[in-house]
């Protein structure tokens, strides 16, 4: 594939919100907003509104996606989910690693690791998260910080394992908090976990990768995030949650 031919993938996290009811009616009123893109709509929805959300984007071009799985098949984990089980109602993608299940839930670079191995033998699409601290941003660690986490998520994986693996980079102090990133910035991130990925996997693998740039992004600052060399689209969560804002976001070229 010929340099930055690589698709745009604009991936909703809906976070703990939305009952299934407005599951579907936020699915009906985005399919038609989004009909003419080319460009990947995802939506990472909770549990509970998974098997409702397959349903309702049946026949648009909408995909869904879980925001967390385990590693174990089956077995004595009460209230977990295997990628099994979220593959055989049709899940395609699943967000490992987000920095608030790192925060809240004892989440690792060990476990994100497993999370995303266990995934891929699934056929199910891991969307890894990764990023840096404020502290971390200002101690100078970002590129260490970023390029590790990338490293220890991908460990033991294929080159055909990592290009069906999205990495989102997620500066914790931009979620959230309206604060975003600068494109500039942001763009010299994704180059390091590029670059990380090349000096793992070699060139060919590091071109394809799909990697996406999250953190307080909305319709105003999404072109220009975009328009830059090595962001590939977004991880969206607080724009996500209102079919306008979204909707204008996937359409950012239109
Ligand atoms: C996120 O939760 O992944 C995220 C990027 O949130 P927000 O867009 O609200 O900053």
């Not at 209230?79 to 989440?107: D, T, W």
């Amino acid at each position: 594939m010929p340099k930055n031919m690589r698709r745009k993938v604009i991936a909703g996290n809906w976070k703990m919100n939305m009952l299934p009811n407005e599951a579907i009616e936020f699915i009906s009123r985005l399919e038609n907003e989004v009909k003419d893109t080319k460009n990947e709509v995802i939506l990472c929805v909770p549990y509970i509104d998974l098997f409702y959300s397959l349903l309702a984007v049946q026949k648009t071009n909408i995909h869904v996606g879980a925001q967390n799985v385990f590693y174990e098949e089956s077995g004595a984990y009460t209230g977990e989910i295997s990628p099994k089980m979220l593959k055989c109602i049709n899940v395609e993608y699943v967000i490992i690693g987000h920095s608030e299940r790192r925060q809240y839930f004892a989440e690792t670079d060990e476990t994100v690791n497993l999370k995303v191995k266990a995934s891929l033998k699934e056929e199910l699409k891991p969307i890894v998260c990764v990023g840096e601290s404020l502290e971390q941003k200002e101690t100078g660690k970002t590129e260490n910080v970023i390029t590790t986490q990338t490293e220890k998520a991908l460990k033991d994986l294929t080159g055909e394992d990592v290009r069906n693996t999205i990495i989102a980079y997620e500066p914790i102090w931009a979620i959230g908090t309206g604060k975003v990133a600068s494109a500039n910035d942001a763009n010299e991130s994704i180059k390091k976990i590029r670059g990380k990925i090349k000096e793992l996997y070699g060139e060919d693998v590091a071109e394809d990768v799909i990697i996406l740039y999250g953190g307080s992004v909305k319709p105003e600052n999404a072109k220009e995030l975009f328009s830059m060399s090595d962001i590939d689209g977004a991880l969206v969560g607080g724009a996500s949650l209102k079919v306008d804002s979204f909707s204008k976001i996937v359409n950012f070229d239109k």
